[in-house]
Protein backbone atom coordinates (compact mmCIF):
# COMPACT_ATOMS: atom_id res chain seq x y z
CA UNK A 1 0.00 0.00 0.00
CA UNK A 2 1.33 3.27 -1.34
CA UNK A 3 1.89 6.56 1.20
CA UNK A 4 -1.08 9.01 0.66
CA UNK A 5 -0.64 11.97 -0.58
CA UNK A 6 -1.53 15.11 1.87
CA UNK A 7 -4.84 15.81 -0.57
CA UNK A 8 -5.53 12.12 -0.62
CA UNK A 9 -5.56 12.02 3.40
CA UNK A 10 -7.62 15.71 3.67
CA UNK A 11 -10.15 13.60 1.40
CA UNK A 12 -9.87 10.86 3.86
CA UNK A 13 -10.51 13.04 6.89
CA UNK A 14 -13.27 14.78 5.26
CA UNK A 15 -15.31 11.79 4.02
CA UNK A 16 -15.06 10.42 7.30
CA UNK A 17 -16.20 13.92 9.14
CA UNK A 18 -18.85 14.58 6.21
CA UNK A 19 -20.07 10.76 7.20
CA UNK A 20 -20.12 11.51 11.26
CA UNK A 21 -21.87 14.63 10.75
CA UNK A 22 -24.40 13.68 8.19
CA UNK A 23 -24.81 9.80 8.81
CA UNK A 24 -24.35 9.85 4.79
CA UNK A 25 -21.43 9.58 2.08
CA UNK A 26 -21.03 13.22 0.47
CA UNK A 27 -21.04 13.59 -3.15
CA UNK A 28 -17.78 14.55 -5.50
CA UNK A 29 -19.01 18.05 -5.75
CA UNK A 30 -19.11 18.36 -1.61
CA UNK A 31 -15.69 16.83 -1.47
CA UNK A 32 -14.38 19.79 -4.40
CA UNK A 33 -16.12 21.97 -1.82
CA UNK A 34 -14.99 20.71 1.62
CA UNK A 35 -11.35 20.00 0.09
CA UNK A 36 -10.94 23.05 -1.82
CA UNK A 37 -10.09 21.14 -4.51
CA UNK A 38 -9.51 22.50 -7.86
CA UNK A 39 -11.61 20.22 -10.25
CA UNK A 40 -14.28 17.26 -10.18
CA UNK A 41 -11.74 15.48 -12.02
CA UNK A 42 -9.09 15.76 -9.49
CA UNK A 43 -11.33 14.75 -6.83
CA UNK A 44 -12.34 11.57 -9.39
CA UNK A 45 -8.55 10.88 -9.57
CA UNK A 46 -7.95 11.35 -5.81
CA UNK A 47 -11.24 8.66 -5.21
CA UNK A 48 -9.61 5.73 -7.57
CA UNK A 49 -6.34 5.98 -5.64
CA UNK A 50 -7.84 5.76 -2.40
CA UNK A 51 -10.15 2.99 -4.34
CA UNK A 52 -7.24 1.44 -5.79
CA UNK A 53 -5.31 1.14 -2.20
CA UNK A 54 -8.47 -0.48 0.01
CA UNK A 55 -9.54 2.97 1.64
CA UNK A 56 -12.84 3.35 0.03
CA UNK A 57 -15.50 1.66 -2.06
CA UNK A 58 -17.71 3.13 -4.92
CA UNK A 59 -20.87 2.60 -6.92
CA UNK A 60 -20.28 5.18 -9.37
CA UNK A 61 -23.72 4.38 -10.12
CA UNK A 62 -25.13 6.40 -6.99
CA UNK A 63 -24.32 9.87 -6.29
CA UNK A 64 -23.12 9.39 -3.02
CA UNK A 65 -21.98 5.73 -3.38
CA UNK A 66 -18.66 6.59 -1.39
CA UNK A 67 -17.91 3.90 1.20
CA UNK A 68 -15.05 3.86 3.85
CA UNK A 69 -13.25 0.46 3.88
CA UNK A 70 -12.90 1.34 7.74
CA UNK A 71 -15.91 2.68 9.19
CA UNK A 72 -18.80 0.57 11.17
CA UNK A 73 -21.15 -2.17 9.05
CA UNK A 74 -23.79 0.16 7.44
CA UNK A 75 -26.99 0.33 8.82
CA UNK A 76 -29.44 -1.25 6.72
CA UNK A 77 -32.84 -0.08 6.08
CA UNK A 78 -35.95 -2.35 4.83
CA UNK A 79 -37.70 -0.98 1.43
CA UNK A 80 -41.18 -2.38 0.74
CA UNK A 81 -41.28 -3.83 -2.84
CA UNK A 82 -45.15 -3.19 -3.83
CA UNK A 83 -45.15 -4.34 -7.29
CA UNK A 84 -43.66 -3.63 -10.95
CA UNK A 85 -42.96 -0.93 -13.07
CA UNK A 86 -42.57 -1.08 -16.91
CA UNK A 87 -39.42 0.30 -18.33
CA UNK A 88 -40.45 -0.22 -22.22
CA UNK A 89 -44.18 0.26 -23.27
CA UNK A 90 -46.39 1.27 -20.23
CA UNK A 91 -47.88 -1.89 -18.09
CA UNK A 92 -51.56 -1.61 -17.19
CA UNK A 93 -51.72 -1.60 -13.22
CA UNK A 94 -55.22 -1.97 -10.87
CA UNK A 95 -55.20 1.93 -10.01
CA UNK A 96 -53.16 4.80 -8.75
CA UNK A 97 -53.68 3.65 -5.03
CA UNK A 98 -51.42 0.61 -6.29
CA UNK A 99 -48.78 2.41 -4.41
CA UNK A 100 -50.38 1.73 -0.93
CA UNK A 101 -51.15 -1.90 -1.36
CA UNK A 102 -49.35 -4.37 0.69
CA UNK A 103 -45.66 -4.92 -0.17
CA UNK A 104 -45.05 -7.95 -2.46
CA UNK A 105 -41.47 -8.38 -0.95
CA UNK A 106 -39.17 -6.39 1.29
CA UNK A 107 -34.87 -4.98 0.57
CA UNK A 108 -32.73 -3.87 2.23
CA UNK A 109 -30.72 -1.06 1.29
CA UNK A 110 -28.07 0.90 3.02
CA UNK A 111 -29.41 3.62 5.31
CA UNK A 112 -26.99 6.05 2.88
CA UNK A 113 -28.70 5.35 -0.16
CA UNK A 114 -32.24 5.95 2.14
CA UNK A 115 -30.80 9.37 3.86
CA UNK A 116 -33.38 9.64 6.31
CA UNK A 117 -35.77 10.19 3.34
CA UNK A 118 -39.43 9.20 3.73
CA UNK A 119 -42.13 7.33 2.13
CA UNK A 120 -39.49 5.23 0.45
CA UNK A 121 -40.76 2.28 -1.62
CA UNK A 122 -38.98 -0.02 -4.34
CA UNK A 123 -40.65 -1.20 -7.91
CA UNK A 124 -39.65 -4.67 -9.84
CA UNK A 125 -38.41 -3.03 -13.65
CA UNK A 126 -40.16 -4.71 -16.03
CA UNK A 127 -38.42 -3.87 -19.78
CA UNK A 128 -34.90 -1.91 -21.35
CA UNK A 129 -35.69 1.12 -22.06
CA UNK A 130 -33.63 2.40 -19.39
CA UNK A 131 -30.68 0.48 -20.12
CA UNK A 132 -28.40 3.21 -21.06
CA UNK A 133 -28.74 4.87 -17.33
CA UNK A 134 -27.72 1.15 -16.18
CA UNK A 135 -31.27 -0.07 -15.15
CA UNK A 136 -32.48 -3.26 -16.77
CA UNK A 137 -35.13 -5.65 -16.97
CA UNK A 138 -35.37 -7.35 -13.44
CA UNK A 139 -33.46 -4.87 -11.25
CA UNK A 140 -35.08 -2.94 -8.31
CA UNK A 141 -35.61 1.06 -8.44
CA UNK A 142 -35.85 2.40 -4.86
CA UNK A 143 -38.32 5.12 -5.60
CA UNK A 144 -39.26 8.51 -3.08
CA UNK A 145 -42.78 9.27 -2.95
CA UNK A 146 -43.45 12.83 -4.57
CA UNK A 147 -46.05 14.32 -6.88
CA UNK A 148 -43.75 16.40 -8.87
CA UNK A 149 -40.45 16.31 -10.13
CA UNK A 150 -37.99 18.65 -11.98
CA UNK A 151 -37.44 18.14 -15.83
CA UNK A 152 -34.59 15.30 -16.47
CA UNK A 153 -35.57 13.17 -13.48
CA UNK A 154 -36.13 9.80 -13.53
CA UNK A 155 -40.19 9.00 -12.21
CA UNK A 156 -42.77 6.30 -12.71
CA UNK A 157 -45.36 8.30 -14.12
CA UNK A 158 -48.86 7.37 -13.87
CA UNK A 159 -51.15 7.71 -16.95
CA UNK A 160 -54.59 8.33 -15.72
CA UNK A 161 -56.87 7.64 -18.73
CA UNK A 162 -54.57 4.35 -20.03
CA UNK A 163 -54.35 3.62 -16.59
CA UNK A 164 -50.77 2.51 -17.10
CA UNK A 165 -47.65 3.40 -14.94
CA UNK A 166 -43.83 3.66 -16.80
CA UNK A 167 -40.21 4.27 -15.96
CA UNK A 168 -39.01 6.95 -17.50
CA UNK A 169 -37.57 10.68 -17.21
CA UNK A 170 -39.87 13.34 -17.51
CA UNK A 171 -39.73 16.81 -19.87
CA UNK A 172 -42.01 19.51 -19.88
CA UNK A 173 -42.32 20.72 -23.47
CA UNK A 174 -45.16 23.75 -23.80
CA UNK A 175 -48.79 21.98 -23.94
CA UNK A 176 -47.29 18.63 -23.50
CA UNK A 177 -44.88 15.99 -21.33
CA UNK A 178 -42.45 13.97 -22.73
CA UNK A 179 -41.44 10.81 -21.13
CA UNK A 180 -37.96 10.01 -22.56
CA UNK A 181 -36.68 6.18 -22.44
CA UNK A 182 -33.09 5.96 -21.73
CA UNK A 183 -32.95 3.37 -24.97
CA UNK A 184 -31.89 4.52 -28.26
CA UNK A 185 -33.84 2.21 -29.93
CA UNK A 186 -36.69 3.59 -28.48
CA UNK A 187 -39.21 6.59 -28.92
CA UNK A 188 -40.41 8.81 -25.81
CA UNK A 189 -44.11 9.10 -24.96
CA UNK A 190 -45.99 11.83 -25.30
CA UNK A 191 -48.94 12.75 -23.28
CA UNK A 192 -50.91 15.89 -21.92
CA UNK A 193 -50.02 17.78 -18.65
CA UNK A 194 -53.42 16.40 -17.20
CA UNK A 195 -52.77 13.22 -18.02
CA UNK A 196 -49.67 12.49 -15.85
CA UNK A 197 -49.24 12.38 -12.59
CA UNK A 198 -45.79 11.69 -11.24
CA UNK A 199 -46.11 8.44 -8.46
CA UNK A 200 -41.99 8.97 -7.22
CA UNK A 201 -38.67 9.71 -8.16
CA UNK A 202 -35.93 7.40 -8.17
CA UNK A 203 -33.35 7.54 -5.97
CA UNK A 204 -31.22 4.39 -6.34
CA UNK A 205 -31.04 1.23 -8.62
CA UNK A 206 -30.08 -2.40 -6.97
CA UNK A 207 -29.07 -4.12 -10.39
CA UNK A 208 -29.70 -8.02 -10.65
CA UNK A 209 -26.34 -9.42 -11.68
Known amino acids: MKPLSSKQKRILAFLRKFREDKDYPPTVRDILKGCSISSTSVVDYNLKILEREGHIRRDREVSRGIELIDKER ?19 VPASDTWEMEPLDTVEVSSEIVQGKDNVYALTVKGTSMIDALINDGDVVLMQQASTANDGEMVAAWL ?40 GKVIGVIRQI
Not at 75 to 88: C, F, Q, S, T
Not at 180 to 191: G, K, S
Open 160 to 199: KSEEETTLKKLYRERDRIRLQPANATMEPIYADPDNVEVQ
Open 74 to 92: RRLVPVPVIGYIAAGEPIP
